[in-house]
């Protein structure tokens, strides 16, 4: 059985920094591209950032290009996001998802188990 634990939401103010981190468990880890999205009230689920098996290749949305950064630590079975400059447009919950396969995608179809998600209030 495969879970993802999602931590590390919070309140923050606009142009603070946070860090999500979700643990991993029932799958190899090291064989897993992992991805974070997110979903705001009364919008659809979006992609936010997806990180290859090795951690080499990275890819965000361009929403948050510069401001986060995805990365994972493959002895800790943990992928982390990191949150800069944090906008109010930035308020969801945080979800991780991962999936088999040798590239990182950007559709949330393409994922097969999904944490329960975080959530990220960002204060103006």
């Known amino acids: 059985q495969v879970q993802l634990v999602e931590s590390g939401g919070g309140l923050v103010q606009a142009g603070g920094s946070l860090r999500l981190s979700c643990a991993a468990s029932?799958?190899?880890?090291?064989?897993?591209?992992m991805g974070w999205f997110r979903q705001a009230p009364g919008k659809e689920r979006e992609f936010v950032a997806a990180i290859s098996r090795s951690g080499v290749s990275t890819y965000n949305a361009d929403s948050v290009k510069g401001r986060f950064t995805i990365s994972r630590d493959n002895a800790k079975n943990t992928v982390y996001l990191q949150l800069t400059s944090v906008k109010p447009e930035d308020t969801a919950v945080y979800y991780c998802?991962?999936?088999?396969?040798?590239?990182?995608?950007?559709?949330?179809?393409?994922?097969?188990?999904w944490g329960q998600g975080t959530q990220v209030t960002v204060s103006s």
């Open positions: 998802a991962t999936r088999i396969g040798t590239s990182p995608r950007t559709r949330s179809d393409d994922y097969d188990y």
């Open positions: 029932g799958r190899t880890f090291s064989s897993s591209v």
